[in-house]
């Protein structure tokens, strides 16, 4: 699942990106958990962000 956000304003909206992959992924799991009931959610994690103080950043998962 993947969020993307822009925004014109001087703070960021990475809490929102994440907010929407999340929802999305608990959509997800009310559908399938009658199926599976083994079903996770392992990660969210913001996976880049630009523009503010620190320029282009870029996330792995873990480090």
Known sequence: IEART???YKTGVDVEALTAA????LT???MCKG???TITLEQ???AMKSGG????VEFE???
């Open 6 to 8: 822009r925004t014109h």
């Open 22 to 25: 999340t929802v999305a992924a």
């Open 28 to 30: 997800i799991y009310d």
């Open 35 to 37: 199926v599976d009931t």
């Open 44 to 46: 969210a994690y913001v």
């Open 53 to 56: 103080k620190s320029g282009r």
């Open 61 to 63: 998962p873990g480090t």
